[in-house]
């Protein structure tokens, strides 16, 4: 985009937390030349700038990050085909997802490399800011859709194979802290720059504490820039909270209120009840909560069958289940239709953006390129609605069809 193609949008910024009312968002060569008020214009020099003509009552959002998708329009990343993976990027893209993790699913260790090495030429590319690896190293108990033939103890080695895969876009991953090895694990990832995700636990509390507190410890000391690890789709892949066994469920709310973790929740209406959405935002704030799909191939397409990985999936009435043990598979709901529903669950509007933006971002240590609506960022607006229904989606100052 020259600067002859600058751009301006006008309406109501929802940005790191905080709602700026009769806002302008001003972009030039992909970045964000300006946020802010709109009578803050006046005082910053600006080319010429050609204003977009947006419905009344237009909301602007940063471009949204989601740190756990396997899929979408058909695209399944687990399966490795190359075309399926860029259609399900466009489609995310345009729905308001700008940046997100490809998320793998339990596999054969040979599939698993493999499919890291097709994914890395994306993430080379731009199209995905990294791999997300749910498996192998995750509970028999509380495998869910994981296929529990390719379970395995953490095994440093496969670790270096499948980072070595990535080319060093593998950015995050779930592990079950009981498992042996564990705690070894943890620290080869943070070696390899990868955040320990846990998840598909069965975990005791204390086990769960202390494998996060650990993982905090040296992700903070790896370097600057706040890393901190998180919760893979809380609540889901883990015993329920009891007032007499906690379990995972109640370490991980303490050491997100303490700012220590980040908790992932499918907020979409079937993962999670919308009473247990707004409780986690009360008690662990949302700059402690990732919003996330856990969305699949079927994700803006109709109800039937599909694949996630090596696993087939019916897909009723929105729902994604396993075929044959009727486990829930993944998600089939957009991010953005991820933020509406929490709103919808009584979340504040800026806290459910900050959420699904700012606070991903900064796990993926890229809060200073995308995730807020600030002079300098990559130029990732997603316009809305009052309703949260989208208008327009701007990718690298680029407007997309």
Known sequence: MTASHALLLTGTLLTDGTTVRDGAVAVMDGRIAYAG?????????????????????????????????????????????????RAAVEFLHRSGTTTLLASLVTAPREDLVQTAKTLRVLAAEGLIAGLHAEGPFLSHARCGAQDPRFLLDPDPVLLGELAGAAGGH???????????GAAGLVQALVAHG??????????????????????????????????????????NGMPPLHHRSPGPVGACLRLAAAGRVAVELVADGVHLDPETVRMVFALAGAANVALVTDSMAATGLPDGEYELGPAGVVVRDGEA????????????????????????????????????????????????????LRTGLRADVVVVDHNFRPVLVIRRGEVLA
Request: charged fraction near 15%; glycine fraction near 12%; aromatic fraction near 2%.
């Open 170 to 180: 593998l950015r995050t991953m779930t592990y079950a802290p009981e498992l042996s």
């Open 321 to 372: 289940r396993l075929r044959g043990s009727g486990a829930l598979a993944g998600g089939t709901a957009t991010l953005l239709d991820v933020v509406r529903r929490t709103i919808a669950a009584g979340v504040d509007a800026a806290e459910a953006v900050l959420s699904a933006t700012a606070v991903p971002a900064a796990v993926l240590g890229l809060g200073a390129e995308v995730g807020s």
């Open 37 to 85: 008020p709109r009578a803050g214009l006046d005082s910053v020099a600006l080319p010429s700038l050609r204003e977009l003509e947006l419905p009344p009552g237009s909301l602007l959002l940063p471009g949204l990050v989601d740190l756990h998708c396997h899929g979408a329009a058909g695209g399944d990343f687990p399966g490795g085909d190359a075309a399926a993976a």
């Open 194 to 235: 990868v955040v320990p995700s846990l998840g598909h636990t069965d975990a005791d509390t204390r086990t769960t504490a202390d494998s996060l507190t650990e993982a905090a410890d040296l992700l903070a000391a790896s370097g600057p820039g706040g890393a901190r690890p998180t919760v893979t789709h809380l609540f």
